[in-house]
């Protein structure tokens, strides 16, 4: 008997046997490896008489690869047996109960903002965003503030160095300086984010959330701010007319200066936007200082417009029925699951999302 006949019979018996995958790694080292038994049979091709040479090499190929046909059968066959032992001893009880599953919520600031944001986009505004972390200059000089004004002093603002020189900014106005010395009027933007002053009961917190409103232009005048904050207010709110009055106040950065105050009456204990002869205060605004505008490079004589600053926090108290504002950040799974919203996929031109 040949060699190659040999190798085929004595391999051939032995891939009938029960082997492991170990040994079928074997088998096949034995075989086709470096030294393997076929592998020195194809070495030996070249010293063969050319007569005898091309049907050895036939004879060797299909034995070849009958042998790799029945290592892979083989290697099947006990994957196979495998999975069965598996199937039939990991089996699964479908009568189980299934395990509960818990989505997040949105909480009611990140909708609010969102809200805004989409609401102040519709009427071509900008969303522009800037450090927690600001510069006296920024926060404050920029704003026409000046040296002796309350709002510097250490029991309102968080300063971070002792030349108080750095502070967590006090409002989000910061931002439309920095908007401002970067770019050429006109400017149309809202801020909205976190700001920070050391004040804390049932409607203040150390850090709150705000949102402010710019618009620089040639021929802005108080007409376009009422319009665009009775716009707001009443989408913001979903309805048809708003009750709203504008009150002499003053500001820093805006001359003249006033308080918005908007209508409402309580309806079964519940606070009703836009009816009754009641007066809530919502925000502050007026027309930019020429000083602001001239510590941003802008010319007041060609250039005015308006500014409006909102708390986002107080608007979703009023829209939700939200009576604390420290709840907002206690982070009490029960509350936000109660006052916040469900994550869906909504069209990028829808308002808001779902409750």
């Not at 038994?37 to 050319?50: E, M, P, R």
């Not at 000089?141 to 502070?167: G, I, V």
């Not at 979703?316 to 936000?336: H, P, Q, T, V």
Request: net charge negative.
């Amino acid at each position: 008997m040949s060699d190659l006949k040999k190798i085929k019979e004595e391999f051939s018996l032995k891939l009938k046997s029960k082997l492991n995958l170990s040994e079928i790694n074997q088998v096949k080292s034995d075989l086709f490896g470096k030294d393997g038994l076929i592998t020195s049979q194809f070495k030996k091709i070249g010293l063969i008489d050319d007569s005898e040479r091309k049907k050895f090499a036939s004879d060797l190929n299909l034995i070849k690869d009958e042998l790799n046909e029945l290592i892979d059968l083989k290697t099947k066959e006990i994957e196979i047996e495998h999975i069965n032992t598996k199937l039939e001893k990991e089996k699964i009880d479908v009568t189980l109960p299934e395990r509960n599953f818990s989505s997040g919520k949105i909480h009611p600031v990140s909708q609010t903002i969102d809200e805004i944001s989409s609401i102040f986009s519709e009427i071509g505004f900008n969303v522009e965003e800037g450090p927690d972390v600001e510069n006296e200059y920024n926060n404050f000089t920029a704003l026409n503030t000046p040296d002796n004004h309350p709002a510097r002093d250490m029991h309102d603002t968080f300063y971070l160095d002792e030349k108080k020189e750095k502070l967590l900014r006090t409002h989000t106005s910061p931002v439309q300086i920095r908007t401002m010395l970067k770019d050429k009027p006109p400017f149309k933007i809202i801020a909205p984010g976190r700001t920070y002053r050391s004040d804390s009961d049932q409607t203040h917190a150390p850090m709150f959330h705000q949102v402010e409103g710019l618009h620089i232009d040639k021929d802005i005048n108080m007409g376009h701010l009422k319009g665009c904050l009775n716009y707001f207010i009443k989408e913001f709110f979903e309805v048809d007319k708003i009750k709203m009055r504008f009150r002499p106040s003053h500001f820093p950065f805006t001359e003249p200066s006033a308080e918005v105050d908007i209508g409402y009456e309580i309806r079964d204990g519940k606070i009703v936007i836009g009816e009754g002869d009641q007066w809530l205060e919502i925000l502050g605004c007026g027309m930019v200082h020429p000083n602001v505008l001239k510590n941003v490079k802008v010319d007041p004589t060609k250039y005015q417009g308006y500014a409006f600053g909102i708390g986002i926090d107080r608007l979703a108290m009023l829209k939700y029925g939200i009576n604390d504002l420290r709840s907002f950040f206690e982070c009490d799974y029960r509350w936000l699951n109660h006052y916040g919203f469900d994550p869906v996929d909504v069209p990028t031109n829808y308002r808001g999302l779902s409750r």
